[in-house]
């Protein structure tokens, strides 16, 4: 999978709890429906294995920050229960840590944890970013 070039309606399973507005950091653009983490100064970017932090789900209409500086830019998350595209992750594999791949799938191993896999179909999986 690669990141997203385009917005995503991640379809969410349960009620989003506590949301969030972050500065988007420099030269950076953000979809919605992407997972949205905090690089080491505490600016939000798309989700990657080597952010700092995994923040939520982006909502509204992401944020786009390519041209500007950090802070030039905000984006709204929230964190719940979301839908997004997985890869080597079966069903004996919910209730587990999953990690973020890119700023739309979630895997079993990685460096970023996304959250908890709460189900898999053939649609894909169902994380809870904490």
Same mark, same amino acid.
């Given at each position: 999978?690669?990141?997203? +070039?385009?917005?995503?309606n991640?379809?969410?399973?349960?009620?989003?709890?506590?949301?969030?507005? =972050?500065?988007? &950091?420099?030269? *950076?653009?953000?979809?919605?429906?992407?997972? *949205? &983490?905090?690089? @080491?100064?505490?600016?939000?970017?798309?989700?990657?294995?080597?952010? /700092?932090?995994?923040r @939520?789900?982006?909502? =509204? =209409?992401?944020?786009?920050?390519?041209?500007? /500086?950090? @802070?030039?830019?905000? *984006?709204?998350?929230?964190?719940? +229960?979301?839908?997004?595209?997985?890869? @080597?992750? $079966?069903?004996? $594999?919910?209730?587990?840590?999953v990690? *973020?791949?890119? $700023?739309?799938? +979630?895997?079993?191993?990685?460096? #970023?944890?996304?959250?908890? #896999?709460?189900?898999?179909?053939?649609?894909? &999986?169902?994380?809870?970013? #904490?």
């Amino acid at each position: 999978m690669a990141n997203l +070039v385009q917005n995503r309606n991640t379809r969410t399973l349960a009620l989003p709890c506590a949301s969030y507005v =972050d500065p988007v &950091a420099a030269a *950076v653009r953000i979809f919605k429906g992407a997972m *949205v &983490a905090l690089d @080491g100064s505490g600016n939000a970017i798309p989700a990657s294995p080597t952010a /700092a932090a995994m923040r @939520g789900c982006a909502l =509204d =209409d992401g944020a786009d920050n390519s041209t500007g /500086a950090a @802070g030039a830019a905000s *984006v709204k998350t929230k964190k719940g +229960v979301f839908l997004f595209n997985q890869t @080597g992750l $079966d069903r004996t $594999d919910i209730e587990t840590e999953v990690s *973020v791949i890119d $700023d739309n799938t +979630v895997g079993g191993a990685g460096a #970023l944890k996304a959250g908890i #896999l709460k189900d898999i179909t053939s649609e894909g &999986a169902w994380v809870e970013i #904490l």
